[in-house]
């Protein structure tokens, strides 16, 4: 089949969708074969070929010489063979060009279907393979339509969604507005791939960062970590290389410039840039600053940490509906939690005191256990002998004794809650009926009886003292 201008079609097709040249060839000879099959029956043995030079795609049928045929479409005599190539012998395939033009319509429209098909295919996986690649670039696009709450953005070569759990909340969006967003993910599908954005990501945050301060893009700045409640308030955690940059300097920028533009692009979401340490507790005292530490107790086996500030800094510690410590917990991978310093000093005491009524333990053997980081009598009865025959003056024996009491304290004293608490259900029941008792009390000494009673003319002696009183003349 000679088709005049296939090359311009051809290279026109690749260079508009991005589909190699070769893909596309393919797809027509696959076309072609298909379209043949369907005029002549899906047994004849069919090549199709592009010709580069001519644009001429051929077609040719294969047929095997035998000496007796068995099945005319795919075999031919050694007579009939000889007048296609005179030196052909029994068992060579020999083929023969066919007239493209003779397929019919259906085969013809059957050809078409496979062009298409291909066609979508080639420009799925060149989409795809473009794509993959990107995961995690910051990528411009233009709102085309809302489905669902999700936000299908238009990329140019193909579509891109950004989903509702993607989406910074109260942000929000009109047909034809710019976003900027995150590539999240590249799905490969049946449909075509997916490209998932995210504008609530914290890497989205950080990618922002790159493209606005030179130090990090260049390597001199390195950012720690970034965590984000979307929509209300991140922290970055950024290092230097250079010591003579201050990391943050760099990320704030002249008089806040940089900073300023990450936070005009995520709409007024504030950002702390906290200071990296490579002391732990440090780097957890930097990401809960403004608030002064106090102390900070570090549980390496759990990770986590118990940070002390002063009375007046505990709700900066924690900051609003607790945000500031959940994003610090969520920077620097430790679990905090934050306490005063009064409520501090009250459980060490009221751990104090439980040690002491510990059988066994005096005020000097308590101090020892303290020292050793045994706060509580819960903490000795879950103590191993090994640690505890390090402290002086505590063998084996009396290690062993030592958590046995404590753990019988412990026995005790949750009888003594649950009592307390069996008490204090049956209290209201008991209450109501003694200030009933006492209702009928009070009403009986209210009410006087009948020979008690004043007479009605009667007047009372109280007043009757004070009218003799005034009416006596005084005595000189």
Known sequence: MLIADIKRVVEQVSRDKGIDRQILIQALEEALRSAAKKKYGAKIDIEANYNEETGEIEVFQFKEVVEKIDEPDLQLTLEEGRRLDPDCEVGDSLGTKMDASTFGRIAAQSAKQVIIQKLKDAERDAVYSSFIDRKGEIINGIVQRFDRGDIIVNLGATEAVVPVREQVPRESYRRGDRIRALILDVLYETRGPQIVLTRT?????????????????EGIVDIKGAAREPGSRAKIAVSSQDSDIDPVGACVGMKGSRVQNVV????????????WHVDAAKFVCNALAPAEIS??????????????????????AIGKRGQNVRLASKLTGWHLDVNSETQYNQAMQSGYDSLVQVDGIGVSMADALFEKGYYSAEELAAAD??????IRGIGEEKARQLIANAQEALKKAKKVKAQAAADASQTPAASESESGSDDAETQADTEPSADEADPPDAAPESAQGDTDETEVPPQN
């Open 201 to 217: 990501h914290p890497e989205f945050l950080v990618m922002l960062f790159k493209t606005e301060v030179p130090e990090i893009a």
């Open 264 to 275: 005009q692009e995520l709409r007024g979401e504030k950002i702390d840039i906290i200071p």
């Open 295 to 316: 102390r900070v107790i570090i549980d390496e086996e759990n990770r986590s940490m118990e940070v002390i500030v002063p009375d007046e800094f505990l709700s900066v």
């Open 385 to 390: 002998i090994d640690d505890l025959v390090q």
